[in-house]
């Protein structure tokens, strides 16, 4: 089983900046791709930023110029560095990662989410 670890949400006022990281741990064997997506109350869950195990980034429109996505491999740790908070940025945001172990072959893990509130 892999298990991620969300830290670093909190409210910021607009403007302002947070870093999120997320760790992954378990009997992983190889990690393809890490990301971040968020869900808005009564939104569908949408993708924020991915990276792949190449370095690879996709962002959404709606943060590229602001966000910042980025990975230590070595520690099965990815990042996100928001700067220029908008209010529209309030929403859960949970980690993904596409990934092996030693006994699974390729699938999508999930955190549980952390609360990111951009408010005045």
């Known amino acids: 089983q892999v298990q991620l670890v969300e830290s670093g949400g909190g409210l910021v006022q607009p403007g302002g900046s947070l870093g999120l990281s997320c760790a992954a741990s378990?009997?992983?064997?190889?990690?393809?791709?890490m990301g971040w997506y968020c869900q808005a109350p009564g939104k569908q869950r949408e993708l924020v930023a991915t990276?792949?195990?190449?370095?690879?980034?996709n962002y959404a429109d709606s943060v590229k110029g602001r966000f910042t996505i980025s990975r230590d491999n070595a520690k099965n740790t990815v990042y996100l560095q928001m700067n220029n908070l908008k209010p529209e940025d309030t929403a859960v945001y949970y980690c993904?990662?596409?990934?092996?172990?030693?006994?699974?072959?390729?699938?999508?893990?999930w955190g549980q989410g952390t609360q990111v509130t951009v408010s005045s």
């Open positions: 993904n990662v596409y990934a092996t172990t030693h006994t699974m072959p390729w699938s999508d893990y």
């Open positions: 990276i792949t195990n190449g370095g690879n980034t």
């Open positions: 378990g009997s992983i064997a190889r990690i393809y791709r």
